[in-house]
């Protein structure tokens, strides 16, 4: 239905990812990942709205921790993965890979 990527390392972009979810109407999946560093400028507003779709984990998201989520926009979160800087032993300055799984009926909340 629609892709955005919004680095939330640049200020202001913050403000653009809250409207979008937002936006998007109820019974929508929604998949959040981070690329490279995600916490910089992800303040209270940013962190309360991924809370709001279920996320456990975004306040603790910090500085190039990785972070995925996969949750339906108004219901329940499906699946989500964190790891960060200070546990991974990667042997970078980066939390190690995540992986996530979920399954789920396209169907089952739409109605359609």
């Known amino acids: 239905m629609a892709r955005r990527v919004f680095d939330t390392f640049s200020?202001?972009?913050e403000n653009e990812m809250v409207q979008f979810i937002d936006d998007v109407r109820d019974g929508?999946?929604?998949?959040?990942?981070?690329?490279d560093e995600a916490s910089k400028n992800?303040?209270?507003l940013g962190r309360?709205?991924?809370?709001?779709?279920?996320?456990?984990?975004?306040?603790?998201l910090g500085y190039r921790d990785m972070w995925a989520l996969v949750t339906r926009k108004g219901g329940?979160?499906?699946a989500e993965t964190y790891s960060n800087v200070a546990t991974a032993d990667?042997?970078?300055?980066?939390?190690?890979?995540?992986?996530?799984?979920?399954?789920f009926d396209l169907?089952?909340?739409?109605?359609?």
């Open 48 to 60: 309360n709205k991924l809370k709001e779709l279920g996320s456990r984990w975004c306040d603790k």
């Open 107 to 112: 169907l089952e909340e739409s109605g359609e």
């Open 76 to 78: 329940l979160k499906m």
């Open 28 to 35: 929508r999946i929604l998949v959040f990942a981070v690329l």
């Open 42 to 44: 992800l303040s209270w």
């Open 90 to 103: 990667t042997g970078y300055e980066w939390g190690g890979p995540v992986f996530l799984r979920t399954d």
């Open 11 to 13: 200020t202001g972009v």
